[in-house]
């Protein structure tokens, strides 16, 4: 029981309850009780839920495929406004109101080490590119290798610029916070924006090896969540109570069917199969190579058919595939239905990276070509080496010859 005041005596302070802000990045909601309550077969609401989903789905991809018809800077374009998307949903996860408004400012230092970071990693995968589309151009041709040539002193320039001003902004009882904001940035950084930057590299490697991917993850999530929806009765994780193994392993066999037919289908199309050696947008023309070429290969039993040989590596990205099955938290709401553009994006991430590495190791030659040579040449010696070179390469050959 609580003593009431009396008139004379001084009223005790109310004690000062802080509200948090419940955030969607929570645990689900009574993910403590029976999973067989939270399925969707179960749930009353799941067809408005199934309309407002597919009616996002519906939209989400036929813009997608109007960037990726329009082409490689497109797509880039798309993946740049998606990484700063993601950003802001990641950086508001850990902001406190209260604490932002005694540090004016300190959400821009965020965005700087992000744009940063972007100005690093881009400059990195697009360098030669870039070169290639101004060579025409000897203003432009300098201003850009000169650039590159300094672009990691830039890179590096920046960023201690902006260490500088954390530590200038640094202020007493906000030391946790700044620092917890500090190192939650670049784990943003390195897990998120590096990973979802290998995306770029693989369009210029061949839209294929971009778009066959992420077609896959796209498929899969599609699969899971309509075999969950009207199969699915058997919970396959407790932290997320509505997956359940009837989706896991519906989205499993439609994605590994899918992987095989498009890669069928995409590798018809040079558009789709072609590198991009510079930064244009107009039509290419290429030599697919051996590994888009249509050749026999005898199936046991009574299964033939013509398949290709990119088809076996497509075949690998299907793994990638199962970690839709674990997906729990949703970053943000700004897709009706799906949550965040992280929330659709997380998968994407690990499967650029996955792509990228198959690509170097397992289909790109590791020996140089005479291509890749002459670019490193004109992007990194000047005319004197160059023409020191050319002299020293003929000496070189004519000894050759003579002493054949």
């Given at each position: 029981?609580h003593?009431?005041?009396?008139?004379?005596?001084?009223?005790?302070?109310?004690?000062?309850?802080?509200?948090?802000?419940?955030?969607?990045?929570?645990?689900v909601?009574?993910?403590?009780?029976?999973?067989?309550?939270h399925?969707?077969?179960?749930?009353?609401?799941?067809?408005?839920?199934?309309?407002?989903?597919?009616?996002?789905?519906?939209?989400?991809?036929g813009?997608?495929?109007?960037?990726?018809?329009?082409?490689?800077?497109?797509?880039?374009?798309?993946?740049?406004?998606?990484?700063?998307?993601?950003?802001?949903?990641?950086?508001?996860?850990?902001r406190?109101?209260?604490?932002?408004?005694?540090?004016?400012?300190?959400?821009?230092?965020?965005?700087?080490?992000?744009?940063?970071?972007?100005?690093?990693?881009?400059?990195?995968?697009?360098?030669?590119?870039?070169?290639?589309?101004?060579?025409?151009?000897?203003?432009?041709?300098?201003?850009?290798?000169?650039?590159?040539?300094?672009?990691?002193?830039?890179?590096?320039?920046?960023?201690?610029?902006?260490?500088?001003?954390?530590?200038?902004?640094?202020?007493?009882?906000?030391?946790?916070?700044?620092?917890?904001?500090y190192?939650?940035?670049?784990?943003?950084?390195?897990?998120?924006?590096?990973?979802?930057?290998?995306?770029?590299?693989?369009?210029?490697?061949g839209?294929?090896?971009?778009?066959?991917?992420?077609?896959?993850?796209?498929?899969?999530?599609?699969?899971?969540?309509?075999?969950?929806?009207?199969?699915?009765?058997?919970?396959?994780?407790?932290?997320?109570?509505?997956?359940?193994?009837?989706g896991f392993i519906?989205?499993?066999?439609?994605t590994?069917?899918?992987?095989?037919?498009?890669?069928?289908?995409?590798?018809?199309?040079?558009?789709?199969?072609?590198?991009?050696?510079?930064?244009?947008?107009?039509?290419?023309?290429?030599?697919?190579?051996?590994?888009?070429?249509?050749?026999?290969?005898?199936?046991?039993?009574?299964?033939?058919?013509?398949?290709?040989?990119?088809?076996?590596?497509?075949?690998?990205?299907?793994?990638?595939?199962?970690?839709?099955?674990?997906?729990?938290?949703?970053?943000?709401?700004?897709?009706?239905?799906?949550?965040?553009i992280?929330?659709?994006?997380d998968?994407?991430?690990?499967?650029?990276?996955?792509?990228?590495?198959?690509?170097?190791?397992?289909?790109?030659?590791?020996?140089?070509?005479?291509?890749?040579?002459?670019?490193?040449?004109?992007?990194?010696?000047?005319?004197e080496?160059?023409?020191?070179?050319?002299?020293?390469?003929?000496?070189?050959?004519?000894?050759?010859?003579?002493g054949?």
């Amino acid at each position: 029981m609580h003593k009431e005041n009396t008139g004379d005596a001084p009223s005790a302070p109310t004690p000062r309850v802080r509200h948090h802000r419940k955030r969607n990045t929570d645990v689900v909601a009574g993910a403590g009780k029976p999973n067989g309550s939270h399925l969707l077969v179960n749930d009353s609401s799941k067809y408005k839920s199934f309309l407002i989903r597919a009616y996002s789905t519906v939209w989400m991809i036929g813009g997608f495929a109007l960037i990726v018809y329009l082409g490689h800077l497109y797509i880039t374009a798309m993946v740049v406004v998606l990484q700063i998307f993601m950003a802001r949903e990641l950086f508001n996860l850990l902001r406190k109101t209260h604490e932002d408004k005694q540090l004016p400012g300190f959400r821009l230092l965020n965005w700087h080490f992000f744009f940063t970071a972007m100005l690093f990693v881009y400059g990195r995968i697009l360098s030669q590119r870039l070169v290639n589309t101004v060579t025409p151009d000897k203003v432009l041709y300098r201003l850009v290798t000169s650039l590159i040539k300094y672009h990691m002193a830039i890179c590096y320039s920046l960023y201690i610029s902006g260490f500088v001003w954390f530590i200038l902004t640094l202020k007493k009882k906000m030391y946790k916070y700044q620092f917890s904001q500090y190192a939650w940035t670049h784990m943003i950084l390195i897990v998120v924006f590096t990973q979802s930057s290998f995306t770029v590299a693989n369009i210029f490697e061949g839209i294929f090896w971009f778009l066959l991917p992420a077609s896959l993850i796209v498929i899969n999530d599609i699969f899971a969540y309509i075999c969950g929806f009207f199969f699915g009765r058997t919970p396959l994780i407790k932290l997320s109570p509505k997956k359940t193994w009837e989706g896991f392993i519906g989205a499993s066999i439609t994605t590994m069917i899918s992987a095989f037919l498009l890669a069928n289908i995409m590798g018809r199309f040079l558009w789709l199969t072609c590198p991009r050696e510079d930064l244009s947008t107009g039509w290419l023309q290429c030599d697919p190579g051996p590994l888009f070429k249509q050749e026999t290969h005898a199936l046991p039993g009574w299964i033939s058919n013509w398949v290709r040989l990119v088809i076996v590596h497509s075949a690998a990205c299907f793994a990638s595939g199962f970690k839709r099955a674990f997906k729990v938290k949703d970053f943000g709401d700004s897709i009706p239905g799906h949550g965040g553009i992280t929330d659709r994006m997380d998968c994407q991430m690990v499967m650029a990276v996955f792509a990228y590495i198959y690509h170097q190791s397992f289909v790109v030659p590791q020996s140089l070509s005479v291509d890749k040579l002459l670019d490193q040449i004109i992007t990194n010696l000047t005319l004197e080496e160059q023409q020191a070179l050319f002299t020293k390469l003929g000496q070189v050959l004519q000894e050759k010859v003579i002493g054949s």
